[in-house]
């Protein structure tokens, strides 16, 4: 044994008299770092590099494979799914990968945000952060794209008519995303090298660019009321905390670190093993109109905001919103590099944080039910209530039937089943009197389409015969009051001419 | 970053100092010549590598042409196989196309035709944000799953975000066929402009008095 160590030491030196790596290692790993850094807060950016090694990683096994093609892309991904051993494995971890990462990202941004830890020196870690934001959410949008399954080509669509609204050059740029006129091979192949080599290069770059200056700044301290940054005096104080309180790097704070990456690694490969691999979903025949194309987790907020703008908002807002999102994320260091680091004395920065949050966790909640959506096919797919027509009338029948065969369930439900794009109609004879519904379906309005071309006259009669029937047990239908007091006027004032 | 680190820095920067001592005993008009041949150096790169940008540019931009040149008249079969009054879905080939296209240059558009030889081919993107939109002969409406577009059976918007109605292909008939001007994915960059839809009040009045549909 002692023999073996011996060579092994001598094979360490001989390595070590070449490379010369030992002393900026230790230098890394032994730097001093406040005590109160060591924090199971600190932990999400190693998770987010963790995971980008792995992401790394399962990516090069998958292009094993996988064949970046427009014609067998589809085919590839089916055969990795279901004919290499554990294909569909390494698929479900790069896919949980991209999810997890996308997240850890996020939950590091915020972190780093509430903490104030961008301010005077690490303005520049910030900035750069921002972009490893972006890239990262290049990369999600980018992997969608080699799915190339349905809802990759639409959302390659949706990407079309994002840059064809740009002013002047929206045409250029359509082309260049695409590599020609329409999504077709050119398109794949670019998108594969933009998801293999460009951003994965710069992100590996940028990365590395990040972890430098956490290294060389140090780690930000724990924020404490009251402890205001200066640039004239901060990097004294900070030098000052970690010659009297600090502790070195690796163990003191990298233990915290690796246990996190190992947990977050784990619950990767738990979430692959159970929930398996997303897709791919139908194959990218342009043709085929059945589909409900639906965006990857983290632009489900996207998808439902493009859905509540205003059409006159439209342009404006998808041209300019994102420029001014960045642009303020890219401020944030250079507007508050001094001042107060606690989130106790930074009300307005947790209220953004907090507001963006419930936003973001509310459109996302919104894009996974999509009341917005006509539901193409409630109306042959989902049932009336028996209740709603027991004892009904053959022109209430009729009415019923109308209701379903012209698509009027889509938009609106009944029975808790059918589309939300409209109110739901259970209880619409209690707020509607029977002209005020003709005038409805006749005309349209708001968002609903004007249906008196698509209905014959005795068709908008049952069909508002049905409608009429529409209200709670014990709970009277609407009427049109002032043509009650009409007709009820008119017979006491006839019966009184009449003798 | 500490004393350990600070002390390093003060003792490398030594042999810098002494190395440019020495330097500076060979007199300051041999290193201006040597700065001049490293300003040489850095310009010859610059130089070269600007003549090499040129090529790299111009590949890069190749996909960026006229619209016309990338369309071309596609037949969508016998005119006479459309019946009057309806709208019907057809798929063709991308007449710009590579061999490793695979299922991507199968497009689709809706034709209905309105008279003997009067027709509109509508593309199957919504106006909004191009998901395919669907026919539903019963309400005579095409409806887009995305998010919520609905478009009267003319192609005039009916509700959603979408502000304008369905794009259209240009169409002639030629020896029977129905053919239409295709090959460019409709957008709002190449197949029509914005148009600014009117006012909520206006536009439902637009519709409900149309007579033009059914």
């Known amino acids: ?499 | 970053m500490s004393d350990q680190n600070d002390s390093q820095q003060r003792t490398e920067p030594d042999i810098e100092t002494a190395s440019e001592q020495a330097s500076d005993r060979e007199g300051p008009a041999v290193v201006s010549r040597r700065w001049l041949l490293l300003k040489a150096g850095i310009a010859l790169n610059g130089l070269v590598g600007l003549a090499l940008a040129v090529p790299v540019v111009r590949y890069l931009l190749a996909p960026v042409r006229k619209d016309s040149s990338y369309k071309s008249w596609v037949s969508l079969g016998d005119a006479n196989s459309f019946p009057v009054g309806e709208t019907r879905l057809v798929s063709f080939k991308n007449p710009w196309t590579q061999p490793w296209d695979g299922q991507t240059d199968n497009v689709a558009a809706y034709v209905r035709r309105e008279g003997a030889s009067q027709f509109t081919v509508f593309a199957i993107n919504c106006a909004h944000l191009g998901c395919p939109v669907r026919w539903f002969p019963q309400s005579q409406l095409f409806m887009c799953p995305c998010h919520g577009g609905v478009y009267y059976a003319d192609g005039s918007r009916a509700s959603g975000p979408p502000e304008r109605g369905l794009f259209t292909y240009d169409y002639k008939i030629a020896g029977g066929q129905l053919q239409i001007d295709a090959g460019q994915m409709p957008s709002l960059s190449n197949t029509a402009k914005l148009v600014n839809i009117s006012s909520p009040a206006t536009n439902s009045g637009r519709n409900g008095d149309c007579g033009c549909r059914g």
């Open chain 1, 1 to 499: 044994m002692p023999g073996m160590k011996q060579t092994g030491k001598r094979i360490y030196d001989w390595f070590e008299q070449r490379l010369q790596v030992e002393d900026p290692i230790k230098d890394a790993v032994l730097h001093k770092v406040p005590r109160n850094t060591a924090s199971w807060w600190y932990v999400f950016g190693s998770a987010a590099f963790t995971l980008l090694m792995l992401q790394i990683v399962t990516g090069i096994l998958l292009a094993l494979v996988y064949v970046p093609s427009a014609a067998e892309a589809w085919n590839s991904l089916n055969i990795l799914n279901h004919q290499v051993p554990l294909g569909w494995f390494l698929r479900a971890v790069h896919g949980w990968g991209s999810n997890f990462m996308v997240a850890v990202v996020f939950i590091h941004m915020a972190q780093v945000f509430l903490f104030g830890a961008y301010k005077f020196p690490r303005e520049l870690t910030w900035t750069v952060g921002v972009f490893l934001l972006l890239m990262t959410l290049g990369m999600a949008f980018t992997g969608q794209v080699l799915r190339f399954d349905q809802d990759a080509y639409w959302g390659l669509g949706i990407g079309v008519f994002i840059l064809s609204r740009v002013p002047w050059m929206g045409g250029g740029l359509v082309h260049l995303l695409l590599g020609g006129p329409t999504i077709a091979g050119a398109t794949l192949s670019r998108f594969f090298a933009l998801h293999v080599f460009v951003i994965p290069g710069t992100l590996l770059f940028l990365a590395l660019v990040h972890v430098w200056m956490v290294i060389k700044l140090g780690i930000n301290e724990w924020p404490m009321p009251g402890r205001l940054v200066r640039k004239s005096t901060y990097i004294a104080e900070y030098n000052q905390l970690t010659h009297e309180d600090g502790i070195p790097f690796v163990p003191g704070a990298f233990w915290k670190d690796l246990i996190f990456s190992a947990a977050v690694l784990a619950a990767v490969g738990v979430c692959a093993a159970v929930f398996g691999p997303s897709g791919p979903g139908g194959q990218p025949d342009p043709s085929i109109t059945q589909t409900v194309p639906k965006p990857d987790f983290p632009f489900l907020w996207i998808y439902a905001v493009l859905s509540y703008l205003p059409p006159s908002m439209e342009t404006p807002f998808i041209l300019i919103a994102p420029i001014v999102m960045i642009a303020g994320l890219l401020a944030v260091p250079f507007v508050a590099s001094e001042g107060e680091k606690s989130w106790h004395r930074r009300p307005v920065a947790v209220l953004a944080l907090a507001t963006i949050a419930v936003g973001w966790g509310v459109f996302t909640h919104l894009a996974m039910s999509t009341p917005w959506s006509p539901h193409m096919s409630a109306w042959s797919a989902d049932t009336l209530p028996v209740e709603y027509l027991r004892e009904a009338t053959p022109l209430v029948r009729q009415g019923a039937v109308i209701f379903q065969a012209k698509q009027c369930r889509n938009c609106h439900s009944i029975g808790g089943h059918g589309g939300e794009r409209g109110p739901a109609l259970d209880a619409v004879a209690t707020r509607m009197t029977p002209d005020q519904m003709r005038y409805k379906v006749v005309t349209g309005g708001g968002n609903m389409p004007a249906y008196g071309k698509n209905l014959s006259p005795a068709e908008i009669e049952a069909l508002v015969s049905f409608l009429e029937t529409l209200h709670p047990k014990g709970e009277p239908p609407a009427f049109d009051a002032s043509q009650q007091a009409a007709q009820s006027n008119a017979v006491p004032a006839g019966g009184s001419n009449t003798p």
